[in-house]
Structure formats: structure tokens, C-alpha cells
């Protein structure tokens, strides 16, 4: 009923940029956060941004300064500019966003595909 479609991604050396982007469709009647969350294998997925319906942005502490999320509301879409990228930042990127159906009265979690983020020379 929702999918989240993320591009971006790839292999940047440290140091370099990266923006990742994520459009949001289907049968969408709200969407409350969108965000970006991120997976190294053998640890538990951690919330990287967030960018709230009230227009609220919260990050991860150690991206503070490095990362900056935006939102297109009306396109339903949120990207990631990710600067300044360090080894420690390579990861499975993974799209969130919190929506409510057409037809549905509460919110649920969607999650996107996944794009590999590797920072490496």
C-alpha cells in the first residue's frame, strides 16, 4: 500500500559527500516523520535524522554538523546530505516514514529497500 523508493548511496572516499533521497507513494492519505535510519551488520539499526510533521529535525550526535536532512512535503520525499562521511559512517541506509492509509486512522512505520553507504579510500 506505501513504498518508500531510496537512491543515492554508494562508495565515497573519507571526507567526501553523499545525498541520499527517498520518495514516498502509494495509497497515502498523511505522513507524520520521515527519516533516515542505518545497519552494520551484528548491530541494532540506529536513528540517523529525523524530520518531523511539525517541521522538527533530530540527529544522530555523532552526525551533528555533517548531516542534514530535508523534506518536500508536497512530493512526499526526504533526503539526506551527508558531508564530511567517515569510515565509521559506512552502513545500510534505510528510509522511514510514518503514514497514515487512505482509509485509516492510525500510523504505521514503512521502510524503504536499503542503500549501502560505503566511506573508504
Known amino acids: 500500500q506505501v513504498q518508500l523508493v531510496e537512491s543515492g548511496g554508494g562508495l565515497v572516499q573519507p571526507g567526501g559527500s553523499l545525498r541520499l533521497s527517498c520518495a514516498a507513494s502509494?495509497?497515502?492519505?498523511?505522513?507524520?516523520?520521515m527519516g533516515w535510519y542505518r545497519q552494520v551488520p551484528g548491530k541494532a539499526r540506529e536513528l540517523v535524522a529525523v524530520?518531523?510533521?511539525?517541521?522538527?529535525?533530530n540527529y544522530l550526535d555523532s552526525v551533528k554538523g555533517r548531516f542534514t536532512i530535508s523534506r518536500d512535503n508536497a512530493k512526499n520525499t526526504v533526503s539526506l546530505q551527508m558531508n564530511s562521511l567517515k569510515p565509521e559512517d559506512t552502513a545500510v541506509y534505510y528510509c522511514?516514514?510514518?503514514?497514515?492509509?487512505?482509509?485509516?486512522?492510525?500510523?504505521?512505520?514503512?521502510w524503504g529497500q536499503g542503500t549501502q553507504v560505503t566511506v573508504s579510500s
Open positions: 502509494g495509497s497515502i492519505f498523511s505522513i507524520n516523520a
Open positions: 524530520y518531523t510533521s511539525a517541521g522538527r529535525t
Open positions: 522511514n516514514a510514518v503514514v497514515r492509509i487512505n482509509g485509516g486512522t492510525v500510523y504505521y512505520p514503512y
